[in-house]
């Protein structure tokens, strides 16, 4: 056993790219020692930020031999499907781009894409991996001590964290160029542009980079430097947004104030929330539209400016149609109120700002619970912060879903044997949806793909209740299962 080591400095090179830092690699060949194979040495930082299975990965000598034993572990059943496996193998090196936390898991969604195999998520045995094939994996200090070692970079972060272990400050190279660098209480792009990365030393294994980021603060942002890309592209939403903000003050100002029009609608906001409350939502939720959605390729201040004269574009009567899909959404949510009675009056106290899908349309815990199921129904599709958990552009469908909930209400009272059946159709997808959003999912895109799937369930009601309304776009029961597995 043991790895077979080869001077091919293709396959096993001194270092690789993982997180956009180069990373140092040592080669062992001590069969059976906890050393043996090669190793990935990793910095505090760049261990929090980095994924498994892109460490597991990360060596191009080891690609062929991971794929090889991973699909021979699988069961017969399902190996089967996959022979032969040679050029199976070939295709995966040169085109799998693992970036989760298993890469079982990548290599499973890759399976599925490319040759239409199905993997459940337990069919691979917790020794399928030799321990040769899986990169140990060494964190370092700022000081280039080590910290702790394991092939198993969770449970690594997880041991660090217990024994409160912190790299030992590096008031050196990493502080002179902080330095030079890094500047708070900045309120306009008057830094010219950012280098996409800068070399902080050149000393040690491997040179040490840092990446330029924006960071919002209170009322500025802060400009600091960051020990990965992902890091500094992570925090550097915020403070773009933050900046064009500052730099559309008075066009926003406009926009707060023109959605003082939502005073209209007094009475149909009675006993869902206050009005104040509702224009701060809408003002936060325009914001969310117009502002930037992606960080810029390059922190430039050409990219700034094009960004703050898109925004500025969209502003111009946008206030007044949200006033009016606002308008239209409580008078069907009306119509709706007056076929099931009214929905209990909650707590008027100002809800926790929501931040992602985990708080999606849930009532508080010390909310009374509506009085029957079309008040239930009513309050999930619309709660008292829908401006604060639906986008925008999803407004314009609100009548149309509750106008599908007062056409189902009518039918069941006529039929309610048929509307029985048509909800054993819709069980199983709401119940994935109050799973999902009880325990959201960590991954980003996952939680995009999570936010479609709630929309698709509404689309797939209005065709089941109230067809004669039509759809969006075409959804079925098949097109939810694929949708549910995307997630």
């Not at 690699?25 to 906890?34: C, D, F, K, M, N």
């Not at 707590?347 to 509506?370: G, I, V």
């Not at 619309?382 to 999803?394: C, D, E, G, K, S």
């Not at 006529?414 to 199983?428: A, F, H, I, W």
């Amino acid at each position: 056993g043991g790895l077979a080591l080869s001077f091919d400095s293709e396959a096993f090179p001194d270092a690789v790219p993982l997180g956009g830092q180069p990373v140092a690699l040592t080669y062992a060949y001590s069969p059976g020692e906890e050393q043996d194979g090669v190793t990935v040495k990793l910095g505090f930082s760049l261990a929090q930020t980095v994924s498994q299975s892109c460490v597991e990965w990360s060596v191009p000598g080891l690609r062929e031999g991971l794929v090889n034993e991973l699909l021979r572990a699988l069961p017969k059943s399902i190996r089967r499907e996959l022979q032969p496996f040679p050029p199976k193998v070939a295709e995966i090196v040169n085109e799998l781009q693992p970036a989760g936390d298993s890469l079982q898991q990548d290599l499973a969604a890759f399976i599925r894409r490319r040759y239409g195999v199905e993997i459940p998520a337990n069919a691979w045995p917790a020794d399928a991996i030799p321990a040769h094939l899986w990169p140990r994996i060494e964190v370092l200090g700022n000081d280039q001590k080590t910290l702790g070692t394991s092939r198993d970079l969770a449970a690594l972060r997880q041991k660090l964290e217990q024994v409160k272990t912190k790299p030992a400050p590096d008031d050196s190279a990493w502080a002179r160029v902080a330095k030079q660098w890094e500047r708070t209480g900045i309120i306009a792009w008057n830094f010219g542009d950012l280098p996409a990365r800068i070399t902080v030393s050149e000393s040690g294994p491997v040179p040490t980079y840092a990446w330029p980021g924006l960071q919002v603060e209170k009322d500025s942002v802060s400009l600091r430097l960051f020990r990965s890309e992902e890091l500094a592209r992570r925090a550097s939403l915020g403070g773009i947004q933050k900046l064009v903000e500052l730099a559309l003050s008075e066009d926003f100002a406009w926009l707060h104030r023109d959605l003082r029009e939502l005073n209209r609608f007094d009475s149909l906001t009675a006993n869902l929330c206050p009005l104040d409350e509702l224009q701060e939502q809408a003002y936060e939720n325009l914001k969310r539209h117009i502002l930037p959605d992606e960080v810029f390729p390059v922190l430039t201040l050409v990219n700034f400016n094009a960004a703050v004269q898109q925004t500025r574009l969209q502003i111009p009567g946008l206030a007044l149609r949200l006033v009016d899909q606002v308008g239209a959404i409580l008078r069907a949510r009306k119509e709706v109120q007056q076929r099931c009675g009214p929905t209990p009056v909650l707590p008027m106290s100002k809800p926790k700002k929501l931040s992602d899908l985990s708080q999606l349309n849930l009532a508080t815990k010390d909310a009374p619970k509506p009085a029957n199921i079309w008040a239930e129904e009513l309050e999930a599709l619309l709660p008292r912060n829908f401006l604060a958990t639906i986008p925008f552009a999803q407004l314009t469908h609100l009548p149309r879903y509750l106008k599908a909930l007062a056409t189902r209400m009518e039918r069941a009272k006529l039929n309610p044997v048929k509307d029985k059946e048509r909800v054993q159709l819709l069980v199983p997808y709401q119940e994935t949806l109050r799973q999902f959003t009880a325990n959201p999912p960590a991954a980003a895109e996952a939680r995009r793909q999570l936010e479609v799937f709630r929309w698709m369930v509404e689309e797939y009601k209005v065709s089941l209740f109230a067809q004669e309304l039509g759809t969006a776009y075409s959804v079925s029961s098949k097109r939810l299962d694929e949708q549910r597995q995307r997630i």
